[in-house]
């Protein structure tokens, strides 16, 4: 509780608002290094490194414009599932067959899950990041829209300096602050890293076995399911009610089966004792998905429908799957935040709820753009095609 406490107050004290000006951010260095004082990290580390941290301007830039929020479903999955990746994917998971079947018997995680986020974070360990960490973190830190987040992993990364006996310029990485060959934030390495490859040490950027390992233990310890996939691509009968579409609304494959739901061959779903949820990320004219418990756990690692999405279908296409049935659209254009954020903005005056206006079509937002479909007739499916954005008065504009 205390620890809540003087996170709560840290946010108000310690953070600063926009700092693109380079006072602002030399007096949030200040009040981290009072944070990181009062957590007891030595005193090299707030009196050497800290006072040497730098502003990222870039950072900023590219929080803003996150490919999960940007691009179109059809787009970021013909990015990150290409032949090229999926092939290589089979060569690693034939190439460390035996020991991702070790790493299954012991987390209860299939080998060719981890060789998939491995695929989609690093493509592979081709490019593990070159932005230095600390000062990554530093600058999200104190940048409002995520503070208390980033001050944490600020913390623990710098606390790993010592525990790991790094150095400032050895921790490079994504924008965001992940590390390593499966991009594990400084939370998820000092919490889940472990070592793999058996040297007594543990280093997520020189060791894959060490990065497969930790993202085993990640997994299980999100709650994997062992012995249940993640998903799979299904077919929805004409009559199907999208308004009971996303993951909020679960329901017994028992159900999905009464409504019509199929497997893409037409076969039915499997008569197992287990819920799902529909997705249709494309919308009604798109591939639908029904998704399961380990679904939600790929979303902890990262909050993105469409990641979460890609990460199944790439380790299916792994182990052999082909590709999908009904394939998205290329031809429709992804919005630009300032169009999300007016549609979040017009469904809130509307009375449809849609949480808070941040340009992020996320859950909220789908289900007030469903509840608002159902009310003027069309189809439910929280898809914001151009006849929905007709309805809202609000006029296209394609992200740039």
């Not at 079947?101 to 987390?107: D, H, M, N, P, S």
């Not at 590390?179 to 070592?195: C, E, K, L, N």
């Amino acid at each position: 509780m205390i620890k809540w406490i003087f996170s709560f107050f840290a946010v108000i004290f310690f953070a600063q608002p926009a700092v693109g000006q380079e006072g602002d951010f030399a007096r949030c260095i200040a009040g981290l290094r009072e944070r990181a004082k009062s957590e007891r990290l030595p005193a090299w580390i707030v009196d050497e490194v800290m006072p040497n941290l730098s502003y990222q301007s870039r950072v900023i830039e590219l929080d803003r414009s996150q490919p999960e929020f940007t691009q179109t479903f059809a787009d970021y999955l013909h990015r990150r599932l290409t032949p090229e990746r999926i092939e290589r994917g089979r060569q690693l998971r034939d190439e460390y067959d035996l020991f991702l079947a070790e790493l299954t018997r012991k987390y209860g995680v299939p080998g060719h899950y981890l060789i998939a986020f491995w695929g989609l974070e690093t493509n592979y360990g081709n490019y593990l990041g070159k932005m230095p960490t600390l000062d990554c973190l530093a600058t999200l830190a104190c940048d409002p829209r995520r503070s208390d987040y980033f001050t944490g992993e600020l913390m623990t990364a710098l606390s790993l300096l010592q525990r790991e006996s790094l150095t400032p310029d050895e921790m490079k990485g994504s924008w965001a602050g992940a590390v390593g060959h499966t991009q594990f934030m400084p939370s998820a390495y000092s919490r889940h890293a472990v070592d793999g490859d058996g040297d007594g040490t543990i280093n997520l950027w020189q060791s894959e076995r060490d990065a497969l390992a930790s993202g085993a233990n990640f997994l299980a310890g999100l709650g994997w399911k062992t012995g249940e996939r993640w998903g799979r691509e299904v077919t929805l009968p004409e009559n199907f009610p999208y308004a009971e579409t996303g993951l909020a609304n679960r329901k017994p494959l028992s159900a999905w089966r009464d409504l019509g739901v199929t497997m893409t061959d037409g076969t039915p779903l499997p008569d197992v004792g287990m819920k799902g949820a529909i997705l249709v990320p494309a919308g009604h004219t798109g591939p639908a998905f029904i998704v399961y418990r380990n679904f939600d756990v790929i979303m902890r690692w990262n909050r993105s429908e469409s990641y979460a999405l890609s990460v199944g279908l790439l380790a299916d296409r792994i182990a052999g799957g082909v590709s999908l049935a009904r394939p998205p659209s290329t031809t429709e254009s992804a919005l630009s935040r300032r169009t999300v954020e007016k549609i979040q903005m017009r469904l809130n005056d509307l009375g449809f709820s849609a949480g808070g206006v941040d340009g992020v079509l996320g859950p909220a937002t789908r289900s007030a753009l469903r509840a608002f479909q159902k009310s003027t007739g069309m189809v439910a499916d929280g898809h914001p095609d151009g006849k929905t954005l007709r309805a809202l008065k609000i006029a296209l504009e394609p992200s740039s």
